[in-house]
């Protein structure tokens, strides 16, 4: 279990790492976050029908999401997004900063939605801020959750590089304790790469992690060892919360 304030609330609802029964497991990454501010849904994965079935298995009704916000243009984190105009009326989305096609954007207004590109910084809820991040010839936007513990961190792909998106998230919000959740893209990299990511991570703030998506599973035990009793098991279904 994933700490974070009082009323705050993050389930994974599409996932390639299977974590609970019941499920579709497909490659991509959604995750829904549950606060007194209402319902915001992070990336929609790659399939809509299994991104609604998922969600009315977990309960979690699709008109109470008011805020969609999208990490990057990749087919598994935007694949959901067909769904997203039928969840309610007037529902905003914070496009993605890498090549959005305009025609989908303009289409997503045509059925409803409230389209707009994120900006570095931007608070989009009272507890929430987008954090932009250019890097290695790629761009993606984060989503940072603030607590009575910390800054939660939600990554989609973490393309740019996740030490990168860490650093560009401490330039911009107040250095406090950072929990990470989400894909990271370390599928590539040897275990000891791994570890000096993970320790860099240490270095930059981070007490806790929870990798899933395209983290791959040998750099989930390298970060595993690399953070002990601060790394958390995720994956589709898995629930944070206080």
Not at 149 to 178: F, M, N, S, W
Not at 210 to 237: I, N
Request: proline share 7%; glycine share 12%; net charge negative.
């Amino acid at each position: 279990m994933l700490w974070c304030g009082v009323d705050t609330k993050l389930q994974v609802v599409f996932d390639n790492k299977y974590l609970a029964f019941g499920l579709s497991a497909a490659w991509g990454f959604a995750c829904i976050v549950i606060s007194p501010e209402g319902q915001v849904l992070f990336d929609t994965g790659a399939s809509p029908g299994i991104l609604c079935a998922n969600m009315e298995v977990l309960g979690i009704d699709p008109s109470d999401v008011g805020l969609v916000v999208l990490s990057h243009s990749h087919y598994d984190h935007i694949g959901g997004l067909p769904a997203v105009p039928s969840f309610a009326k007037g529902v905003e989305i914070c496009l993605p900063p890498d090549s959005f096609p305009q025609e989908v954007a303009e289409r997503l207004r045509d059925l409803g939605a409230s389209a707009a590109p994120g900006r570095n910084g931007q608070k989009i809820r009272p507890d929430m801020n987008v954090i932009l991040t250019e890097a290695n010839s790629r761009k993606e936007q984060s989503l940072a959750i603030r607590t009575e513990a910390g800054i939660l961190l939600l990554t989609g792909c973490a393309h740019p590089g996740i030490v990168e998106i860490v650093e560009q998230a401490r330039k911009t919000l107040p250095p406090e304790p950072l929990f990470i959740i989400g894909g990271l893209h370390l599928l590539k990299l040897a275990g000891e790469q791994v570890r000096r990511t993970g320790l860099r991570l240490r270095d930059l703030g981070a007490t806790r992690i929870a990798p899933s998506h395209c983290t791959g599973d040998t750099a989930c035990a390298v970060l595993r060892e690399v953070f002990g009793e601060g790394y958390v098991e995720s994956g589709l279904g898995a629930i944070i919360e206080p």
